[in-house]
Each structure stands twice: as structure tokens, then as C-alpha cells.
């Protein structure tokens, strides 16, 4: 790692820091009582939602589990039902393997040493960095998303920094530019920069305090920094899923396996085809569909697919002769909700059927 000389060579980290005295963030409810485990914890949730939606949701989180071996003990359904709605599950999947890690074979704390954070799964080295920055002001850069595109304009740095030439070009900047002192602080300053005034469209530089130092708005590149991604066709899937619904107004609820999209969630059964839902009801719960109707389809937006959702409402004629209860099915009562995990796409399916039942009466 480079000296104090040369990582103040750009002035970056005392403009930086100034602004952030005045003008940072300091009451979100990480930034109170810093540990490494909830900087972890916000880091995670941050990863992919806006800081608006985690407040409520890592509030939570730490009620349910207010110290890492919390959350190692608990059971996995517990950790995926506070992480629903957060999307991107296998997110809260690593955070509860790596408690588990921890707990086991690193006496319950997180270790304060970069190598060993990284080795935990679903730790990178910018999420390292800012557990060991933010929490215990060690000199270690981060690249999240909002740094990356501070330092890309700062520096004018070209090439999508998704390629490892490019990355390591970033991870040089960062690392220089990183202080001495006050590293938390300055952590933080930049990531506000990035997510307040160096916005990924219309940044404020007139209220930059890099301004008049930054290579791309001296060179008029602000916009195409950094940048994108070179462009692929998305990937797009299909799926039918059957709201299975009993003469009592319950939904079946089927466990997905502990991988792959819904990874260890609770969804709706997916069969083949429309077609197939009579054969689907005699193999599995023994009993004849009273109606199958199609429902509007819904596009939802994974990372690297798109997936339609066809749901098909099928109503019961009777009583599953199989009930099907146990570790891999689950009756599921819309009015009193089992606490269990369930993807956000397929919890708003359940909500609207409830909501149209309710109309129906
Ligand atoms: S001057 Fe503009 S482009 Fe440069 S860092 Fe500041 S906000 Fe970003």
C-alpha cells in the first residue's frame, strides 16, 4: 500500500473529508453503535437496495438478531423471512452461513484481518474493506458501485470496470487515495459523494467539492463515465405457477431447494404447462381441480434473466386426500401468515388472489 504522501498526492481525501463534516450522513441507524457486524449486515443490504428501504429492514434485522451468533443459531427460514421483500436472497443465505463460519471456527467475532473476511462467503474485498474501514478505521479502500463511479470521473478512467485490466486500474486509485487518518469518515464521504452529488445521472458539480480537479468534467465525459457494461441480450424464461387453493381458502406452499433463484424460500409449485395442472393435482394431492384459470402473466427481473411468471389460480373440489404437511409443503392461510420466507413476486401473487377473494364476497 502506497504512503501518506502519495495517497494525498490528488488532494482528494481532505476536500473529501470537509465536505463530509457539513454536508455526510451521520443518522442512519449503522453509522450509531458501529460493530463490524452491523456494518457487515448494512453493507450486505446495501449491496443492491436503496438506503431508503434498508433503514426499515436492517432496524429489523437487528431486533431479530442483535449479535452474529444470533444470527448463526437461527434457523434459516427465520433469517429469509426478515430478508423478504429485500430480493437478491442469496444475499441473506451467505450472511447466515458465514455467522455460522464465524461462530464455529472464528471464536464469534468477525476477524479484523482482511484475508480472512474475504475468504467468508458472500464477503468480496470492497465489502472487507468497508466492515474493516468503517468499523475499525483500518486503511483499506472499498469499490462499491458509488465509488467506482466518483473515482471513474475523477480520474476520467475508461473501460468497463467489470473487466480485471480495468479493475485493478480502480483498485490502484482507490487504495491510493485512501488516508491515514479519519479513514472511517472518509469511507463514508465518498459513498455520500456517489450517492448525493455524483449521481449516475445529472451529478451536481457546481456543489462537487472536487470540482475544477475532476478529469472528466474538464474534459466534458461526465456522462459516459463510468463505462457501461458492453451490451448482451437478456436471457428470458417462462414459468407456470399454480396457486393451489383448498375449500378452506389455503395455498399450497412448496420449499425450493436451498439453490438457484428462491434458493431455501417458500413459492407456489411450478408445473410444466397448463395442461399438465389435472395429472399435477391426481400425482400430488390426490384430488381433482373444481377450475383452473390463467391469470394475467408478470415479467419479473432477475440479475441475469428476466422470467414470466404464469400464475394459474386451481381451485380445489375437495380436501387433498395427501395434506402434504411437513418440511416441503405448507398450507399457507393468507389471514394468519406462518412466518416463513417467500420471494416478493410470489407474495404479491398470494396478496392479489386474497384481495380478489375478498372482492368476490
Ligand atoms: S465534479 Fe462532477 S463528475 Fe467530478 S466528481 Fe464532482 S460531481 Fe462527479
Not at 463510468?226 to 393451489?244: F, I, Q, S, W
Amino acid at each position: 500500500m502506497s504512503g501518506p504522501g502519495e495517497s494525498d498526492r490528488f488532494g482528494i481525501a481532505p476536500a473529501l473529508l470537509q465536505w463530509w463534516d457539513v454536508n455526510g450522513r451521520k443518522d442512519l441507524p449503522w453509522q450509531q453503535d458501529v460493530t463490524p457486524y452491523r456494518v457487515w449486515v448494512s453493507e450486505i443490504m446495501l449491496q443492491q437496495t436503496q438506503v431508503a428501504t434498508v433503514v426499515g429492514y436492517f432496524d429489523r434485522f437487528m431486533q431479530a438478531f442483535p449479535r452474529l451468533v444470533d444470527l448463526a443459531d437461527a434457523e434459516t427460514d427465520h433469517v429469509l423471512h426478515q430478508w423478504s421483500g429485500l430480493g437478491y436472497y442469496a444475499r441473506a443465505r451467505n450472511l447466515h452461513r458465514s455467522a455460522g463460519i464465524v461462530r464455529d471456527t472464528m471464536g464469534g467475532e468477525l476477524p479484523a484481518d482482511i484475508d480472512q473476511l474475504v475468504s467468508l462467503p458472500g464477503i468480496g474485498r470492497s465489502t472487507a474493506g468497508a466492515i474493516l474501514s468503517l468499523a475499525l478505521n483500518q486503511r483499506q479502500p472499498i469499490l462499491d458501485g458509488n465509488v467506482k463511479r466518483v473515482l471513474a470521473r475523477i480520474f476520467a478512467i475508461e473501460g468497463w470496470p467489470g473487466s480485471s485490466r480495468v479493475a485493478k486500474l480502480f483498485w490502484d486509485h482507490a487504495e491510493r487515495c485512501t488516508p491515514d487518518q479519519r479513514v472511517a469518515h472518509y469511507t463514508q464521504a465518498i459513498m455520500d459523494l456517489g450517492a448525493s452529488v455524483c449521481t449516475r445521472s445529472k451529478p451536481q458539480c457546481c456543489q462537487c467539492p472536487m470540482s475544477g480537479a475532476c478529469a472528466a468534467e474538464r474534459l466534458g465525459i461526465v456522462g459516459d463515465l463510468p463505462t457501461r457494461r458492453p451490451r448482451r441480450e437478456r436471457p428470458k424464461r417462462a414459468a407456470v405457477l399454480g396457486l393451489m387453493v383448498r375449500p378452506d381458502g389455503t395455498i399450497l406452499l412448496e420449499k425450493r431447494a436451498g439453490f438457484g433463484i428462491w434458493g431455501g424460500l417458500w413459492g407456489l409449485p411450478e408445473i410444466d404447462c397448463i395442461d399438465a395442472i389435472p395429472d399435477w393435482c391426481a400425482h400430488h394431492v390426490g384430488v381433482a381441480a373444481k377450475s383452473i384459470q390463467s391469470q394475467a402473466t408478470v415479467l419479473h427481473r432477475f440479475t441475469h434473466f428476466d422470467l414470466e411468471i404464469q400464475p394459474v389460480t386451481v381451485r380445489l373440489d375437495k380436501d387433498p386426500e395427501r395434506m402434504m404437511d411437513g418440511d416441503q409443503w405448507l398450507w399457507y392461510n393468507i389471514r394468519q401468515p406462518a412466518r416463513v420466507g417467500i420471494a416478493a413476486p410470489v407474495s404479491r401473487l398470494i396478496t392479489e388472489f386474497g384481495e380478489s377473494v375478498w372482492d368476490e364476497k
